[in-house]
């Protein structure tokens, strides 16, 4: 895999599983079925593409202790959300219905530790990553200081509403384009 793929593929699925959200809302509830299984297929393959681009970000930041540690945490947020993911798939090929996804989904959050785990803690780590390492290599003029305003938006947006996913989605795009446009090589092994 080659880092520009990765820079403008990442964002792309992340953007797919947005607007398949949207699509499998419109008629009242989201999921179980087809919209539901592809759209979070999608944001899986956009996970495992950024937790790549953390490895080449720390490469491009210095691979001091910063870098190492934001990679770190990223990574260890996209490993939270592709658990977090894998449930959601695997509840909805379980249940028949809305109401049987939100039994199994009580039933997994009630497990001590799950909720922090996969839900409401490290998942978030996969964000404060991704905004450490894009300031520093803003910072270390590797990107320009401008990108860092795409990052925000692209942050914030699916605070304000999931729905705007695929517009946040866009924005990362344009926030790791000066990248896809920089000779690269892959990370290097750890």
């Known amino acids: 895999m080659t880092p520009r793929f990765a820079l403008i593929a990442a964002p792309l699925f992340a953007c797919a599983y947005g607007a398949i959200r949207i699509v499998d809302g419109l008629d009242g509830?989201?999921?179980?079925?087809?919209?539901?299984?592809?759209?979070?297929?999608a944001f899986m393959a956009a996970l495992v593409l950024f937790a790549w681009l953390f490895l080449w970000f720390r490469e491009l930041a210095g691979r001091d202790a910063?870098?190492?540690?934001?990679?770190?945490?990223?990574i260890a947020g996209?490993?939270?959300l592709l658990v977090q993911f894998g449930i959601d798939?695997?509840?909805g090929f379980a249940a028949a219905d809305q109401e049987g996804m939100s039994a199994l989904f009580q039933q997994v959050t009630s497990?001590?530790?799950?909720?922090?785990?996969?839900y409401d803690g490290l998942?978030?780590?996969?964000y404060v990553a991704q905004?450490?390492?894009?300031?520093?290599?803003?910072v270390l003029r590797v990107l320009p200081a401008w990108t860092l305003a795409p990052v925000v938006v692209y942050l914030a947006l699916p605070i304000v509403s999931k729905d705007l996913i695929p517009v946040s989605a866009l924005f990362m795009l344009v926030a790791l384009f000066p990248l896809v446009r920089r000779p690269v090589t892959a990370p290097a092994a750890a």
């Open 29 to 41: 509830s989201r999921g179980p079925g087809f919209a539901w299984t592809a759209g979070h297929l």
């Open 66 to 74: 910063p870098a190492t540690a934001s990679a770190a945490a990223g």
């Open 78 to 80: 996209v490993a939270a």
């Open 89 to 91: 798939v695997a509840v």
């Open 111 to 118: 497990v001590p530790g799950v909720s922090f785990l996969v």
């Open 123 to 126: 998942p978030y780590l996969f």
């Open 131 to 138: 905004l450490v390492l894009m300031i520093r290599l803003a």
